[in-house]
């Protein structure tokens, strides 16, 4: 009898622990949401995708030729949001989009600290996803869902970022997205990273013609 007792106390704290911890993680997130996640323009959204060039050609790595429309992301929030690229540190593009500090360790070791300054409408190798329906599930274009590395980058506030896709998914029509989330989500202290995502939607504004028939 007194070990039947001992174990209902027991779950009783570990459920009353469980629900604390929630109640914590709620009111972290709480606050962070209240820190000024702001419009800057009120007559925009909060973080939308508008064309920029349609009709472009680039050769692509294996010498093929790709045809591909170029969007713009806009962060029209006065709060930082992240998106994963490829691998810009060290890269040729990487040198315009982060600016460095310089420091040393305790043992004297020199440190280069890389913080994302992209000037205003740089080009991202963003990964974006498409779906053909909205009762389908977005799929990975330009990156592998499995990766096992994981590459942010931070759009600051105010700021926009070009990036381009295949135009082969505008014949169709399918909904292309870009996943993204806010800077303050991705607390150290509460290991969030990977577990909170929004998705921004490209809506068509193509010229007609571009992915109807004339």
Known sequence: MALLIKAALKLAVSRAVAMVSCSLIFAVYASGSKQGCDY???????????????????????????????????????????????????????????????????????????????????????FYDVQNGLHDSPRPVNYWYGRDLVFNYVVPAGRSVTFPIRAKFFSKRAIVSVPFNYQWEDSPDLRTMGTITHRVVFSYDLPKGFYLPE
């Open 40 to 126: 800057i323009d009120k007559a925009k959204p909060h973080i939308y995708i508008s064309l920029e060039t349609t009709g472009l050609v680039e050769e692509g790595k294996k010498g093929q030729k790709l045809q591909l429309v170029m969007l713009r992301l806009h962060n029209n929030s006065t709060c930082s949001i992240v998106v994963e690229t490829d691998d810009l540190v060290g890269s040729s593009e990487g040198d315009k989009l982060f600016k460095k500090e310089m420091s040393k360790s305790a043992n004297g070791d020199l440190i280069t600290k890389y913080i994302p300054d992209p000037p205003e409408g740089a080009r991202l190798p963003m």
